[in-house]
């Protein structure tokens, strides 16, 4: 269950977009809140944007992400994406995707964490 695959990542400058994806597998996207999550370096990890998938104005962000990052999802092909404007340095990390919108000890609340995308903004 709950098994997601993440990709989109890169390197990019600073001020500069990306669009993330994550592909779910093992449960209906639809019947659960989908967070992104990111991981930088010596850090924990940190909630970034959450889909509740019922309604998109009650989409949740992150205050540091909040106007220039965008969660959206397609139920039908079982995808969650995040829309990255305005890149900045500090967004540098590893991003991953995971039903629910929480993290309890380094967790996610509904199974473990993917392999990530690897996001780095340098100039």
């Known amino acids: 269950q709950w098994q997601f695959v993440e990709s989109g990542g890169g390197l990019v400058q600073p001020g500069g977009s990306l669009r993330l994806s994550c592909a779910a597998s093992?449960?209906?996207?639809?019947?659960?809140?989908i967070g992104w999550f990111r991981q930088a370096p010596g850090k924990e990890h940190e909630g970034v944007a959450c889909?509740?998938?019922?309604?998109?104005?009650?989409?949740d962000y992150a205050l540091s992400v909040k106007g220039r990052f965008t969660i959206s999802r397609d139920n039908a092909k079982n995808t969650v994406y995040l829309q990255m404007n305005s890149l900045k340095p500090e967004d540098t990390g590893v991003y991953y995707c995971?039903?629910?919108?929480?993290?309890?000890?380094?967790?996610?609340?509904?199974?473990?964490w993917g392999q990530g995308t690897q996001v780095t903004v340098s100039s």
């Open positions: 995971a039903a629910g919108c929480s993290v309890v000890a380094g967790r996610p609340i509904f199974g473990s």
């Open positions: 889909s509740s998938g019922s309604d998109a104005s009650a989409d």
């Open positions: 093992g449960f209906t996207l639809d019947d659960y809140a």
